[in-house]
C-alpha cells in the first residue's frame, strides 16, 4: 500500500465517521508511515454511559473495515 492509498482509507473512514456520528476525528500520528495511522476521535456529553457505548460503536465500526486492521485503541472518560 502506498501513502497515498493509506491516505485514501483513512480519508475514507474519517469522513464516514465524522459523517454519522456526533465526534471530532483526526490523524493524530504515523502520518508518513504506509501501514499505519493513528485516529483521535473526541466526543462530548454529559453522559458518561452514552460515550463510552459510542465510542465502543465507532471501534466496532472501524474492525469492519475490510482494509483495516485494528491493533490497539483506549477509551478515555474525563
Known amino acids: 500500500m502506498s501513502l497515498k ?9 474519517k469522513d464516514r465517521i465524522a459523517h454519522g456520528h456526533n465526534v471530532s476525528i483526526a490523524e ?4 508518513d508511515e ?5 485516529l483521535g476521535m473526541a466526543m462530548v456529553a454529559n453522559d458518561a454511559r452514552y460515550v463510552e457505548g459510542a465510542l465502543s ?3 466496532d465500526f472501524v474492525r469492519s473495515v ?3 486492521d485494528l491493533l490497539d485503541y483506549q477509551i478515555e472518560l474525563l
Open 5 to 13: 492509498d493509506k491516505r485514501r482509507v483513512v480519508k475514507s473512514i
Open 57 to 59: 460503536k465507532l471501534v
Open 34 to 38: 504506509h501501514r499505519r495511522s493513528v
Open 66 to 68: 475490510p482494509q483495516v
Open 28 to 31: 493524530v500520528g504515523a502520518l
